[in-house]
């Protein structure tokens, strides 16, 4: 027995069959991401989504020899796909922040590209305080990260009660207060940005 479809019902199946897929594949996507990357590593200014990045990036090392402070290095050998990608390692060597971004101007595959507005709203990586470890919440004075601070008291500050005060919107995540906290562990943390 044939049922009449009502007007509209084969756009409605074919939404549905279209929304259906696309989380499908969306969700493919994000698996095949989990076992391509099995791990994230905090990469030189400019880079591209971390699946992008491992495709474009030939690993010639350029982006490391241009690097004023040698802060970029590369990934190990035994590190699967990433294998010889360039990264940091803030405990090694933080970035500079550099105002050019030779890193990245100096990338001949664009697997690092200088952001329209460089520095401005650009995130290496998102910052945190764990007050229990900051000496100055057990009474002693401090402020060597806000005075490390390429971007200055706009991103890392001291409060009133000498308490550093990390301001999210323009701290660039470089990783040069984290180096420099006198605690240890450091005090403060680095976590990466989220593309």
């Known amino acids: 027995m044939d049922f009449p479809l009502r007007p509209g019902a084969l756009t409605d199946r074919r939404g549905l069959f279209r929304q259906g897929l696309g989380r499908w ?6 698996r095949t991401e989990e076992r391509v990357v099995t791990r994230r590593y905090l990469r030189p200014p400019g880079a591209l989504p971390e699946i992008e ?16 402070p040698k802060a970029i290095i590369t990934v190990r050998s035994d590190g699967g796909l990433a294998a010889g990608t360039p990264y ?60 490390v601070c390429p971007v200055g008291p706009a991103a890392l500050t001291i409060d009133e ?14 990783g040069l207060c984290v180096r420099a906290c006198v605690t240890m562990p450091s005090s403060l943390q680095l976590t990466l940005a989220e593309a």
């Open 161 to 174: 009660g000498g308490h550093p005060v990390i301001r999210q919107e323009n701290c660039v995540g470089c």
């Open 88 to 147: 940091l390692d803030v405990a090694v060597q933080p970035c500079t922040v550099c105002p050019e971004m030779p890193c990245a101007a100096a990338c001949p595959t664009d697997a690092l590209i200088v952001p329209e507005d460089r520095w401005a709203g650009y995130r290496l990586g998102v910052l945190a305080l764990e007050p229990e470890r900051c000496i100055t919440f057990h009474g002693t004075a401090c402020g060597v990260c806000a005075g």
């Open 53 to 68: 990045f491992l495709a474009a990036c030939t690993r010639c090392g350029i982006c490391a020899d241009v690097c004023p």
């Open 25 to 30: 594949i969306e969700g493919l996507v994000e």
